[in-house]
Antibody, heavy 125, light 108 residues
Framework: EVQVVESGGGLVKPGRSLRLSCIASGFTFGDYAMSWFRQAPGKGLEWVGFIRNNSYGETTEYAASVKGRFTISRDDSKSIAYLQINSLKTEDTAVYYC????????????????WGQGSLVTVSS | DIQMTQSPSSLSASVGDRVTITCRASQGISNFLAWYQQKPGKAPKLLLSAAFRLESGVPSRFSGSGSGTDYTLTISSLQPEDSATYYCQQYYSIPPFTFGPGTKVDIK
């Protein structure tokens, strides 16, 4: 059974950093791109970024709104993807989801077929 | 970036009703469209990809149609468990992946 589980969220002060983890199981992690999304309270889904697999150099793409502050990485030996968030802002408050990318072309996913339950990040002083 | 809109933003229908949700892209996306269902407090669930392709395990009452810029998700006979918010997502021109704002479906 494919599973994706996020962890690492919590209450953080503005300006601090946080690293979220996404632990995957039930599939060959190294074969897939992995992506992060977020959903602010009462709002819709926002794509944050994704990381290609090793065959495509583990290169990353980010939404313009987070580029420069967010970094996605992966450890295929542990089947974990990470989202590092620096200089946290109150507007980063959201549930952060990790998802497996599928329909891949050129290392980039098309759609997202398995999602974790999310990890809540609250940024407040 | 491709902008996605959805209509209606919410609807209320009875069990057994046929429900249609529309998704419109700011430019043609050649069926590079996915639909997701999200229930309160839960993760999104992929329903359809490539505008029409039903994912494994998704009930056949869900279907997709459309072309160019305009797409629809249809629930042929609404069931109580279909109460959720539905999102469309384009993958024609990425990054970024962009979602519609969502359509909330309630059961009368």
């Amino acid at each position: 059974e494919v599973q994706v589980v996020e962890s690492g969220g919590g209450l953080v002060k503005p300006g601090r950093s946080l690293r979220l983890s996404c632990i995957a199981s039930g599939f060959t992690f190294g074969d897939y791109a992995m992506s992060w999304f977020r959903q602010a309270p009462g709002k819709g889904l926002e794509w944050v970024g994704f990381i290609r697999n090793n065959s495509y150099g583990e290169t990353t793409e980010y939404a313009a709104s987070v580029k420069g502050r967010f970094t996605i990485s992966r450890d295929d030996s542990k089947s974990i993807a990470y989202l590092q968030i620096n200089s946290l802002k109150t507007e980063d408050t959201a549930v952060y989801y990790c998802a497996r990318g599928n329909g891949i072309l050129g290392g980039s996913p098309y759609y997202f077929d398995f999602w974790g339950q999310g990890s809540l990040v609250t940024v407040s002083s | 970036d491709i902008q996605m809109t959805q209509s209606p933003s919410s609807l209320s229908a009875s069990v057994g009703d046929r429900v249609t949700i529309t998704c419109r892209a700011s430019q043609g996306i050649s069926n590079f469209l996915a639909w997701y269902q999200q229930k309160p407090g839960k993760a999104p669930k992929l329903l359809l990809s490539a505008a029409f392709r039903l994912e494994s395990g998704v009930p056949s009452r869900f279907s997709g149609s459309g072309s160019g810029t305009d797409y629809t998700l249809t629930i042929s006979s609404l069931q109580p468990e279909d109460s959720a918010t539905y999102y469309c997502q384009q993958y024609y021109s990425i990054p970024p992946f962009t979602f519609g704002p969502g359509t909330k479906v309630d059961i009368k």
